[in-house]
T-cell receptor, first 111, second 116 residues
Framework: DAKTTQPPSMDCAEGRAANLPCNHSTISGNEYVYWYRQIHSQGPQYIIHGLKNNETNEMASLIITEDRKSSTLILPHATLRDTAVYYCIVSPTGANSKLTFGKGITLSVRP | GAVVSQHPSRVICKSGTSVKIECRSLDFQATTMFWYRQFPKQSLMLMATSNEGSKATYEQGVEKDKFLINHASLTLSTLTVTSAHPEDSSFYIC????????????FGSGTQLSVL
């Protein structure tokens, strides 16, 4: 079973920030928070991951609460191409660390 | 960046035939690859972990004799759906972890299998 909970869907206006929440209250000390997204009929795409510090890359920012029980993925300027299912996953790193996908959150970016 | 190539992207076959799907890591070595299956409007379900040079590890409920996995080299894993039936119709996706990177998975573009 997935160890994260996400709202089923949300939408935002193009050009605005999209803040996608995720709860992972049972996260273990060695588990990272990963975010992937899947555009329709494609394989998932890695976005970002973190352990306890906030992270930022060219795609997004990841804000992890101090108790690590929840996190927020921020797409600073959403575009129509960001419409996808976003998966929040907790997993230890390592070559054999398989990812268990939950239902994810469907983000719809409207013009 | 690292690329995982998956072929074919789409296949239609008759019931009872076998279908082979290839997953290649194009610019990195992958000791471990993962195979997922996704039914319409559902999430990805892990089927098995493919290990180079050894037997694959299957998730509970996945028939190892039906879904044959071969990981003969550090850049290639294959999934063969044997004696396919309509209920095997699904979107199959592979992923690989780059050795010595151990941080994230790279996914193939998926294979849509339709069994008539």
């Amino acid at each position: 079973d997935a160890k994260t909970t996400q709202p089923p869907s949300m939408d935002c206006a193009e050009g605005r920030a999209a803040n996608l929440p995720c709860n992972h209250s049972t996260i273990s000390g060695n588990e990272y928070v990963y975010w992937y997204r899947q555009i329709h009929s494609q394989g998932p795409q890695y976005i970002i991951h973190g352990l306890k510090n906030n992270e930022t890359n060219e795609m997004a920012s990841l804000i992890i609460t101090e108790d690590r029980k929840s996190s927020t993925l921020i797409l600073p300027h959403a575009t129509l191409r960001d419409t996808a299912v976003y998966y929040c996953i907790v997993s230890p790193t390592g070559a054999n660390s398989k990812l268990t996908f939950g239902k994810g959150i469907t983000l719809s970016v409207r013009p | 960046g690292a690329v995982v190539s998956q072929h074919p992207s789409r296949v239609i076959c008759k019931s009872g035939t076998s279908v082979k799907i290839e997953c290649r890591s194009l610019d990195f070595q992958a000791t471990t690859m993962f195979w997922y299956r996704q039914f319409p409007k559902q999430s990805l379900m892990l089927m098995a972990t493919s290990n180079e040079g050894s037997k694959a590890t299957y998730e509970q409920g996945v028939e190892k004799d039906k879904f044959l996995i071969n990981h003969a080299s550090l850049t290639l894993s294959t999934l063969t759906v044997t004696s396919a039936h309509p209920e095997d119709s699904s979107f199959y996706i592979c992923s690989a972890n780059r050795d010595n990177a151990n941080e994230k998975l790279f996914f193939g573009s998926g294979t849509q299998l339709s069994v008539l």
